[in-house]
């Protein structure tokens, strides 16, 4: 990447989008991963979130690691969560590149990260209605795990519970996992980020000493 490129990727904002359901009934539940880590994100660097009636989303704007950022929680439940991502986008002309997308992942082991440049949706509704409004796979996301369901549990169901007490722990730790990565990527890329993030907490990444 030339000098020039990466001086306007740093100037160019950040929206970062997590996923849930709004509603305080649903605060806690699995499926609202996305949402709990940014607002630990927005918590960390004493951001506040406002409605932003034209988009249907909670909103934070400011500076992360030097970065313009905007934060985002759409209101519009999980499965419309597009609508509110297609208006932010258009209305704070954000290319793809810099929409980054947080949410929740049956096939990743509580405690565990995946970030990616781009992709499919891997059956997230959240994520397949952004992909059909922005017209686009190509951008990152980060995806956090929570378990597949024990026994014959629908993972439908289990998502929409909250998570166990003996998860709790592990979920906190992950969350705060999930604030570092999203910072690294703000300040280093996605590639850096995915060096770093995409292993088991605690664990070195390549090349590092242990």
């Known amino acids: 990447m030339t000098e020039g490129v990466q001086d ?9 989008v997590g996923l849930g359901n709004p509603g305080k009934e649903h605060a806690l539940h699995r499926h609202n991963v996305g949402f709990m880590v940014v607002d630990a994100l927005a918590q960390a660097h004493g951001l506040r979130f406002t409605r932003n009636r034209g988009a249907n989303a909670w909103v934070a704007q400011g500076q992360i690691q030097n970065r313009a950022v905007l934060l985002a929680k759409p209101r519009t439940f999980m499965n419309l969560s597009g609508r509110a991502v ?64 024990s026994g014959s549990m629908d993972p439908a169901d289990y998502v929409l519970q909250p998570f166990d007490a003996a998860q709790r722990p592990l979920l906190l730790e992950a969350i705060q996992w999930a604030v570092a990565a999203i910072e690294c990527w703000l300040a280093e890329g996605i590639v850096a980020a995915m060096d770093r993030f995409n292993r088991a907490m605690g664990h070195p990444s390549p090349g590092e000493e242990t």
């Open 8 to 16: 306007r990727q740093s100037e160019s904002l950040a929206l970062i």
């Open 86 to 149: 297609h208006r932010l986008r258009q209305s704070h002309q954000v290319s793809p590149e810099q929409i980054l997308v947080v949410c929740d992942d049956l096939d990743l082991p509580l405690g565990r990260l995946r970030m990616r440049p781009a992709g499919g949706s891997g059956g997230h509704k959240g994520m397949q209605s952004i992909i059909d409004s922005l017209g686009t796979q190509s951008f990152p996301r980060l995806r956090v795990g929570i378990d597949r369901p």
